[in-house]
């Protein structure tokens, strides 16, 4: 089937609804949405098809459907939407606690290879190179993983900022693509403590600061660090192994700089990526190409259910 020819309707139309639309737009798919609120459709310079109903969405026979409502909302869109025959994608986090997450779960059991969930970072060409050089270090003995960027500066005050909301939001449950990569990495994560809090000036209810200390299954120390605090956005994963470091930095945004470098033990620095700079949409179009071909690299509803496990005990 012709890219052109493919059909996606994306549920829900707040800021990174409103993103997916513009990117699948822009790859010549034909695109539909619904949101309980009303679209002014001249924003997408009437490229989309806007749907009055759920209803009118399954019945305009989709080949690919995104749920980006907020997470709350998450199982109850899937319990229509696995009506249609489309395949879905679920944006992060699965759920906003884990009973629904529990139900996407046996729901994503009976109906195999339809239904994903979003890990954009996965197709980052920093955690790419990162993940192919990992075999150089030998033993790894501790990791640091950290992100960094001021809320407000993420997202337009105009659309829905899902973070703010107390009993769904928080840096924790926001970053939890953060905590894929490290499962990616070194498989399935424990935790062992972790310390939040509110401290910035953006009105967060929830946490804007998180330290997490985690333990994979095979002993690697790694310590998570999150914030919605810093008006300069930062990125990264630092490796320690017994025979070199590899480290991972991005910085800024549109474009964004990435560098993934190689330090041995002698002061070498084996520079893998070089300040190479990296358009803001290139993850998530990624990520859309391989949700609308082979899901290659896409999150299991299985990975994504332990992974916000993890998440929500930190939050505890």
């Known amino acids: 089937m012709e890219i052109n020819k493919k059909k996606v309707v994306v549920i829900g139309c707040g800021s990174i609804g409103?993103?997916?639309?513009?990117?699948?737009?822009?790859?010549?798919?034909?695109?539909?949405?619904?949101?309980?609120?009303?679209?002014?459709?001249?924003?997408?310079?009437?490229?989309?098809?806007?749907?009055?109903?759920?209803?009118?969405?399954?019945?305009?026979?989709?080949?690919?459907?995104i749920i980006a409502t907020p997470p709350n909302e998450h199982l109850s869109c899937l319990e229509k939407t696995i009506k249609s025959n489309a395949k879905i994608l679920l944006e992060k986090p699965l759920a906003a606690s884990l009973n629904d997450a529990k139900s996407i779960v046996k729901i994503a059991e009976k109906n195999k290879n339809r239904i994903w969930c979003v890990s954009n970072m996965r197709y980052h060409p920093g955690f790419i190179a990162l993940k192919k050089n990992l075999e150089n270090l030998g033993k790894i003995y501790s990791t640091t993983s950290h992100f960094s960027h001021k809320l407000s500066q993420m997202r337009p005050a105009s659309k829905n900022?899902?973070?703010?909301?107390?009993?769904?939001?928080?840096?924790?449950?926001?970053?939890?693509h953060d905590i894929d990569?490290?499962?990616?990495?070194?498989?399935?994560?424990?935790?062992?403590?972790?310390?939040i809090a509110s401290l910035g000036n953006d009105k967060i209810e929830a946490e804007d600061f998180a330290q997490l200390q985690i333990i994979s299954e095979k002993g690697v120390h790694i310590s998570i660090n999150l914030d919605f605090l810093s008006r300069?956005?930062?990125?990264g994963i630092k490796i320690v192994g017994e025979n070199a470091t590899l480290l991972w930095e991005s910085h800024g945004k549109n474009p964004e700089l990435v560098s993934v470098k190689i330090l041995s033990n002698d002061g070498i620095i084996e520079k893998i990526l070089d300040n190479i700079t990296i358009p803001n949409d290139l993850v998530y179009k990624e990520m859309l190409l391989d949700f609308t071909s082979n899901c290659e690299e896409l999150q299991t509803v299985s990975e994504a259910f332990d992974i916000l496990s993890l998440a929500l005990e930190a939050r505890s």
């Open 18 to 65: 409103s993103k997916y639309l513009e990117i699948l737009c822009e790859l010549g798919f034909s695109v539909g949405c619904y949101d309980i609120k009303k679209i002014d459709s001249n924003l997408y310079n009437n490229k989309i098809i806007i749907f009055e109903s759920f209803k009118n969405c399954i019945e305009s026979k989709p080949d690919f459907i």
């Open 161 to 176: 900022i899902f973070a703010a909301k107390k009993d769904e939001g928080g840096v924790i449950l926001d970053c939890v």
């Open 181 to 195: 990569l490290l499962v990616r990495l070194f498989g399935k994560l424990s935790l062992i403590n972790s310390w």
């Open 232 to 235: 300069w956005k930062s990125r």
